[in-house]
């Protein structure tokens, strides 16, 4: 346990980043497991999921949750993932 206020203040800070951090992680996620059922499964929707993936990681990375490049290079794969199942149809 924290002693002083500040350390009080801290602790306090710190589990509210936390849970924010987790709630724009599982929304992430539960995204992220669409849009790979979607390829999985060559559906139709996949562009859409794809979209509203893009908007998951750029908030994740307006908030610094994850970095720039790291949210560029996630992007970039799953577009390739895209990519990868249209021309194979």
């Known amino acids: 346990m924290p002693n002083t206020s500040s350390a009080?203040?801290?602790l306090k800070q710190s589990q509210t980043k936390?849970?924010?951090?987790?709630?724009?992680n599982?929304?992430?996620?539960?995204?992220?497991?669409?849009?790979?059922?979607?390829i999985a499964t060559g559906?139709?929707?996949a562009a859409e999921i794809l979209?509203?993936?893009?908007?998951?990681v750029d908030t994740l990375v307006k908030k610094n949750i994850?970095?720039?490049n790291?949210?560029?290079r996630k992007k970039?794969?799953?577009?390739?993932m895209l990519k990868s199942i249209s021309t194979k149809a």
Do not use: M, P, V, W
Not at 18 to 24: G, K, T
Not at 27 to 38: G, S, W
Not at 51 to 56: D, E, H, M, N, T
């Open 66 to 68: 994850l970095h720039i």
């Open 8 to 10: 009080k203040k801290a």
């Open 76 to 80: 970039s794969r799953f577009a390739k």
């Open 18 to 24: 936390a849970s924010r951090n987790r709630r724009f």
């Open 51 to 56: 979209s509203k993936l893009y908007s998951r």
């Open 26 to 38: 599982a929304l992430y996620k539960e995204t992220l497991k669409a849009f790979q059922k979607a």
């Open 70 to 72: 790291n949210g560029s």
């Open 43 to 45: 559906s139709s929707d």
